[in-house]
């Protein structure tokens, strides 16, 4: 008994020096090393409002003009869109409109207003839409108090993913967009890599976290990817209603 007793504490207290199963010793270390000061980090100067621009903002309308647009249809002529009071307003059946940059990754910051004047319901009220790379479309249409589907109401990625809420305005007043927006990613082989993500938040309501697109906004069927150039520009839709714009400005992170 005095041999068995002995030899399990033997064991025991092997397997207690044992690696592991003895407790790790805390290591001490001084704050400074987990501290590090380099690459130091831009400095950018912020808006003195949420809706103003950061210093190293591209602004696209600033109110005055629509210099940094040009018309969809071929041709590249000047944007046919109406300004006046600080807003452009979507002239319907004269076709959408696109940036003349191109952009890949970048944060976004859209401003749009439903006409107050209320015509048609469900996809007939108050539709454009914002597509990044001319391919990817965040909704805009007004759903206030406007029935249609899930999928395809404001702050939607049109056809495939709904908003986690409805957080629109009432037709005249301004709605905001901030997105951020991950273009997809190809190989030399023109697979895909990863997909594009967005992250949207609608008058200050996140309502897309960080989703992956399926492939390009498509009307009818099942989105899928081809490989396509790295930056291409922003599209604004003509889709026959007189929506309003202000104050588009972008970041690339790229």
């Not at 003195?48 to 591209?58: M, R, V, W, Y």
């Not at 930056?231 to 690339?252: C, M, S, T, Y």
Request: charged share 20%.
């Amino acid at each position: 008994m005095r041999f068995s007793l002995l030899s399990a504490a033997m064991v025991a207290g092997c397997f207690m020096a044992s690696p592991l199963f003895a407790q790790q010793e805390e290591v001490k270390l001084p704050p400074q090393a987990t501290e590090f000061y380099t690459p130091v980090v831009k400095k950018v100067t912020p808006g003195k409002e949420n809706h103003l621009p950061p210093a190293d903002a591209i602004v696209l309308f600033d109110g005055s003009n629509l210099n940094a647009w040009v018309s969809d249809r071929p041709g590249s002529s000047p944007a046919p869109w109406k300004v006046e009071n600080g807003t452009f307003t979507v002239v319907p059946r004269t076709g959408g409109i696109r940036s003349k940059e191109s952009f890949g990754d970048v944060q976004v910051h859209i401003e749009w207003s439903a006409p107050t004047v209320i015509k048609g319901t469900g996809q007939g009220r108050g539709n454009s839409g914002f597509f990044f790379m001319g391919k990817y479309e965040l909704q805009i249409l007004d759903s206030y108090d406007n029935e249609t589907y899930t999928n395809g109401m404001a702050a939607s990625i049109y056809k495939q993913h709904p908003p986690l809420v409805n957080a629109m305005r009432a037709p005249g007043e301004w709605n905001t967009y901030d997105a951020i927006f991950k273009a997809p990613r190809f190989d030399s082989n023109g697979m895909l890599v990863s997909p594009a993500t967005i992250t949207v938040i609608h008058n200050g309501v996140l309502v897309q976290n960080n989703v992956e697109l399926k492939g390009p906004t498509l009307y009818i069927g099942i989105p899928h990817y081809e490989a396509h150039e790295a930056a291409l520009p922003f599209h604004i839709q003509d889709h026959g209603d007189e929506v309003k714009f202000r104050n588009i400005w972008v970041r690339k992170l790229d």
